[in-house]
């Protein structure tokens, strides 16, 4: 199977990568493996979030607790899954990491989609933090994207480390303690999106919407 051909599945607001399984190492692997042993590649996809409604950093403990960003992202996942099924193959769309323990962001920093910034994040090389992200994976094979890596995303400009309120953040260092702290104490669902806000890559949806 082709990346193009799934990509002609998803709308404009997305982007997706594929990895190769075997790009992993096998502890992750397995991690899975347990969701379908026949796994031979994983996709990522990523929503720009362009309104603020759509921004939800904390991790879902339910899958019913969705936002609006994971709403469509799930169900742009179901067209790539019966799409792959159409074709003779399996999927599983991973549920998201409070659930699966699969943290999304690391494997999108395996794809050409973005990497992981100072300030913690999945920074999307053209949108930067504002980024929804989901994973699905298949026994399907599919090349990985080109390019699998990206050239550096996060200028380590330290704009997000100045930012945050509470010193959560620190050059290859996160105290995720401490923003999570943060944000039981002031009851936030959504993040307090300072560290976002100050990130020059890619745009606020306050710039996007102005
Ligand atoms: S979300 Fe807020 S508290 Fe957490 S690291 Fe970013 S700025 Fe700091
Ligand atoms: S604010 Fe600067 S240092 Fe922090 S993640 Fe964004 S680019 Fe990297």
């Not at 193009?4 to 599945?9: D, F, G, M, Q, W």
């Not at 075997?22 to 397995?30: I, L, Q, S, T, V």
């Not at 913690?120 to 090389?125: C, I, K, V, Y």
């Not at 380590?156 to 100045?162: L, V």
């Amino acid at each position: 199977m082709d990346l193009t051909e799934i990509r002609e599945l998803i709308p404009e607001c997305c982007n997706t990568a594929a990895i190769d399984i075997n790009e992993f190492y096998d502890h992750k692997k397995e991690h899975l493996e347990d969701y379908l042993s026949s796994v031979k590649s994983i996709i990522v996809l990523g929503h720009h979030i362009e309104k603020f409604e759509e921004w939800v950093w904390n991790q879902f403990k339910f899958e019913t607790e969705a936002c609006i960003a994971d709403v469509h992202t799930k169900e742009v996942m179901k067209k790539i899954s019966s799409y792959i099924e159409l074709q003779d193959h399996n999927s599983k769309i991973i549920p998201y990491s409070g659930v699966s323990g699969v943290r999304f962001k690391k494997i999108a920093a395996k794809s050409n989609l973005g990497e992981i910034g100072d300030n913690h994040l999945f920074l999307h090389r053209d949108w930067g933090p504002w980024v929804h992200l989901r994973v699905i994976i298949t026994d399907a094979e599919i090349e990985s994207s080109p390019q699998n890596k990206v050239d550096q995303v996060c200028i380590h400009c330290d704009n997000c480390i100045e930012a945050c309120p509470i010193n959560a953040i620190k050059r290859n260092d996160f105290n995720r303690q401490r923003c999570k702290d943060r944000h039981e104490k002031l009851n936030l669902s959504h993040s307090c999106e300072i560290c976002a806000k100050n990130c020059p890559i890619g745009e606020t949806p306050e710039k996007i919407n102005k």
